[in-house]
């Protein structure tokens, strides 16, 4: 059975272990950061400029939950939304390695570390994608590890 | 040296493990879902009702990395706004359990597992929180480990 929504999406079987797809990359504006601390994160040094600076931060800095929704956004406009995806699993060893501060540009790879078909659901396999993200410096920002279900195309093929 | 910032508030010397902090609840709200899903995770089944129920989610659910950071949101204001933190530092073994639809009231526990002072700051400790997150059937949607940086009160008597 084909699913009409998704068939012309890259499926389990397309994928390869050691694909690296590039990420782009991302500005983070004063204005990103401190919206997203108001709502998810409110500490000071996400929020004042002040307050930043005497930190360990030293300045103005993102939310690292937001850094790691940014380069979900990332992965999303890059691979997922051409990938016959059910949703994530979860995530390992996630990292954050400097901060991100205002008008930061980040961006890097994700690569395919992992591929495995789910023991239980033959129609469905899960790929492991290794974040690794950094910014305009050449400094590392974040690493992590996603475990996402994508649709096999041929279920019948077992695991 | 004491931070005047952060003198009244809990220490690492004044955590201990077993802790268990109660994180309230949150009702997430269409609108949220929508909103955070157009920023970072532009799924139909995080956007679109007819979209959602036909995808294995069964109706419209929000983004695994919202539940997330609602639950950051929740730490903050039940532990660490009163606690002397310098940040977060990463997280292990983040599992979404089970969706998270409209309307869903999400809350739970997070529990102290390890601390440990830092060996090369002895300014710092590290403090490890055990996340469990549920719905108001009771069923689970998230775990995760969380480490948090947080100032020592008397950093002078060593690792």
């Known amino acids: 059975m084909t699913n009409p929504v998704t068939k012309d999406r890259r499926h389990f079987e ?5 694909e690296v797809i590039d990420l782009g990359r991302t500005s983070v504006s004063r204005e990103m950061i401190t919206s997203f601390a108001r709502e998810f994160d409110p500490f000071p040094f996400h929020l004042d400029e002040e307050a930043a600076k005497a930190s360990l931060l030293g300045g103005l800095a993102s939310s690292g939950w937001q850094t790691g929704a940014l380069s979900l956004r990332m992965l999303v406009d890059r691979f997922l939304a051409n990938v016959a995806s059910c ?11 400097n901060p991100v501060m205002v008008d930061d540009i980040i961006g890097g790879t994700a690569t395919i570390a992992e591929l495995r078909r789910s023991a239980s659901h ?4 899960i790929v492991t994608l290794d974040f690794a993200i950094g910014n305009q410096h050449g400094k590392p920002v974040m690493t992590m590890r996603l475990a996402n279900l994508v649709e096999c195309r041929h279920p019948e093929t077992g695991v």
């Open 14 to 18: 397309d994928l390869a272990i050691g």
């Open 122 to 125: 033959p129609q469905w396999g």
């Open 87 to 97: 949703g994530g699993l979860g995530f390992r060893n996630l990292k954050w390695k």
